[in-house]
């Protein structure tokens, strides 16, 4: 009892071994060619068959889930970088994680403080380049790390940095040198989910407006269209395949905190939901979900020939969009 027999392990290295190659939520690998570049086509649709069973005993080893978290701790940017003054912030979550971020105060008089909200990937640094600009316009800017990320402590599971995020806007909350009631969030990719999830669960005052940017609608849906992509990328399409692979997410990956189950419930200020419709990694139809589902007040704006996070940084999008942001947010602090 207790010693895992010497072919189970072997089995367990294997699985975990074919997973990688089969699916990345946010940067898992895709499917290797020549293991599946069979010129039968019942091998290629046993191999594809066997690596998605594979998949599903992973279930019991918790791995779908921590792949919609690619943190890391490698500097990429700083406030330094665009002249701009910033306070490092230290602030604690529920249980007692230390989470790290920047509080940038607005350049001149201050319209309002926007929380940001960062993606999967690397770390606040990462994501500097998406929100530098908005000083300028007139906004003081929190931006954070979740648990594991950057400079925070801890390693990243859902619940626990659902809670980092209630932390987060409460901290912002208690601050004594900014308006407390002209708070807006702009959210990207997994950080629209993570909004979303705490805005609606939480009675937080003060929030005028919320922006989010490539979130998609749920968890399972997401780990489901990657799948579906990766396979039908390098093998081709593979009769029935959404229904060999619905199996797979719905047990291998939790939906708790999705946004598409809670984003009714958010408070009766102004949404903006923003997406490229060619979005490679977030698909268009998660977008159009939420927004199906979200109340009033709520617009819509779909951008035509951009990937994923393309639009505040694209030399061909940036200027435009961001100033139809910072009127988003300005015109919503005046309404409510």
């Known amino acids: 009892m207790g010693i895992v027999p010497e072919l189970t392990k072997r089995h367990i290295s294997l699985i975990r071994h074919d997973l990688e190659l089969i699916i990345r939520p946010y940067g898992m690998k895709f499917v290797d060619r020549r293991y599946l570049s069979q010129r039968n086509p019942l091998n290629r649709l046993r ?49 007692g994680t230390k989470l790290y971020g920047w509080f940038i105060p607005a350049i001149g008089d201050a319209i309002g403080t926007i929380i940001y909200f960062h993606g999967n990937y690397g770390n606040l640094t990462y994501y500097l380049k998406q929100i530098y600009w908005l000083p300028s316009h007139g906004f003081n800017l929190f931006t954070f790390d979740y648990r594991g990320y950057g400079r925070s402590g801890g390693i990243p599971d859902r619940v626990g940095i659902y809670e980092d995020c209630v932390a987060a806007i409460e901290y912002i909350i208690s601050r004594h040198d900014i308006d407390n009631g002209k708070i807006f969030v702009f959210a990207q990719s997994l950080g629209g989910a993570n909004a979303v999830a705490t805005i609606a669960n939480n009675d937080f005052p003060g929030i005028r407006a919320i922006a989010l940017e490539g979130t998609f609608c749920s968890y399972r849906t997401e780990a489901r269209d990657v799948m579906i992509s990766s396979v039908r990328k390098n093998i081709g399409q593979i009769p029935c395949l959404s229904m060999q692979i619905w199996p797979v997410s719905f047990f291998a990956v939790s939906d708790c905190y999705s946004p598409e189950e809670v984003i009714d419930q958010l408070p009766p200020v102004p949404l903006l939901l923003i997406h490229c419709a060619s979005d490679s990694i977030v698909p268009y139809h998660h977008c159009e979900r939420l927004y199906k589902q979200a109340k009033e007040p709520k617009q819509m704006w779909t951008i035509k020939e951009c990937n994923h996070l393309d639009v505040f940084t694209h030399k061909q999008y940036d200027h435009k969009y961001r100033q139809k942001l910072v009127d988003f947010f300005k015109n919503s602090g005046k309404e409510y």
């Open 47 to 95: 191999n594809v068959l066997s690596i998605l069973s594979a998949t599903v005993l992973l279930l019991f080893f918790g791995c779908l889930d921590q792949k919609f978290y690619q943190a890391n701790h490698i500097i990429y940017e700083a406030p330094d970088n665009y002249n701009l003054q910033y306070e490092e912030v230290l602030f604690s979550s529920k249980d």
